[in-house]
């Protein structure tokens, strides 16, 4: 009888073993599973953070050339002696809204699904949130608020100014510089003249804000760089 009660609990003993030695095996392969899907969003994340510094450094560029040209239609006093390209650019620079909203799908499906959230380095994970839900969204209404100034100017140019019809550049819009109301609205429209500047001062302010985001994209990018060797 002890002997049996003695195999009987071995063997119970060898079933417990097999079950936890089970379930440790699946934990361990859960745990590579995830630790494989996190470093394959990072590598699609880092794709995704190169190409949103691409986009920053092309707009910015824009808001530079812009902010000259805002500076040759304010401070000019008289319009006619400028050649018609120089005053086709001032305007599409001045007028125009400029940027693009940050690459953000591979965050989202990270999100989504809860993997970032099952990234054990908190400084990475943190850092990730603080991007995308932060400085991008940041950046992002900077945008949405430029866009909603530039609908509202839109209809001040279709009712006061005049555009060239025989226009071909196939680019963008360009006024008629032979027809002198144009000249006219330029000196003397105060809500065209309004717009002119607080367009040059969102232009100002979003120029420090693309500017951030680059420095934070940059340095989770040598985050993730350090982390993907």
Same mark, same amino acid.
């Not at 940050?102 to 850092?127: C, H, P, T, W």
């Given at each position: 009888?002890?002997?049996?009660?003695?195999?009987?609990?071995?063997?119970?003993?060898?079933?417990?073993?097999?079950? !936890?030695?089970?379930?440790?095996?699946?934990?361990?392969?859960?745990?590579?599973?995830?630790?494989?899907?996190?470093?394959?969003?990072? @590598?699609?994340?880092?794709?995704?953070?190169?190409?949103?510094?691409?986009? /920053?450094?092309?707009?910015?560029?824009?808001?530079?050339?812009?902010?000259?040209?805002?500076?040759?239609?304010?401070?000019?006093?008289?319009?006619?002696?400028?050649?018609?390209?120089?005053?086709?650019?001032?305007?599409?620079?001045? +007028?125009?809204?400029?940027?693009?909203?940050?690459?953000?799908?591979?965050?989202?499906?990270?999100?989504?699904?809860?993997?970032?959230?099952?990234?054990?380095?908190?400084?990475?994970?943190?850092?990730?949130?603080?991007?995308?839900?932060?400085?991008?969204?940041?950046?992002?209404? $900077?945008?949405?608020?430029?866009?909603?100034?530039?609908?509202?100017?839109?209809?001040?140019? $279709?009712?006061? +100014?005049?555009?060239?019809?025989?226009? !071909?550049?196939?680019?963008?819009?360009?006024?008629?510089?032979?027809?002198?109301? @144009?000249?006219?609205?330029?000196? !003397?429209? +105060?809500?065209?003249?309004?717009?002119?500047?607080?367009?040059?001062?969102?232009?100002? $302010?979003?120029?420090?804000?693309?500017?951030?985001?680059?420095?934070?994209?940059?340095? /989770?990018?040598?985050?993730?760089?350090?982390?993907?060797?």
């Amino acid at each position: 009888m002890r002997n049996l009660l003695a195999r009987g609990g071995i063997e119970f003993l060898a079933v417990l073993l097999g079950i !936890t030695g089970s379930l440790y095996i699946d934990k361990l392969t859960n745990e590579n599973d995830i630790r494989d899907e996190i470093k394959d969003s990072f @590598n699609s994340l880092y794709a995704e953070l190169q190409e949103n510094i691409e986009n /920053l450094d092309m707009w910015y560029s824009h808001i530079e050339i812009s902010l000259d040209q805002f500076k040759l239609i304010l401070d000019n006093k008289n319009y006619s002696l400028l050649s018609h390209e120089k005053l086709d650019k001032a305007f599409f620079y001045t +007028f125009s809204t400029f940027g693009e909203k940050m690459r953000n799908s591979v965050f989202n499906a990270m999100e989504s699904s809860g993997l970032i959230y099952k990234i054990d380095d908190i400084r990475i994970r943190d850092q990730i949130l603080e991007l995308y839900q932060k400085t991008y969204s940041r950046h992002d209404w $900077m945008l949405d608020f430029d866009q909603t100034r530039y609908l509202k100017a839109y209809d001040v140019i $279709m009712d006061e +100014f005049v555009f060239d019809e025989n226009d !071909t550049s196939n680019i963008y819009w360009n006024l008629d510089w032979e027809n002198k109301r @144009n000249f006219e609205q330029l000196k !003397t429209n +105060f809500r065209y003249k309004n717009h002119l500047l607080s367009n040059k001062e969102n232009k100002k $302010m979003y120029s420090i804000v693309n500017r951030e985001a680059k420095e934070k994209t940059e340095e /989770l990018l040598l985050i993730l760089s350090i982390y993907l060797k």
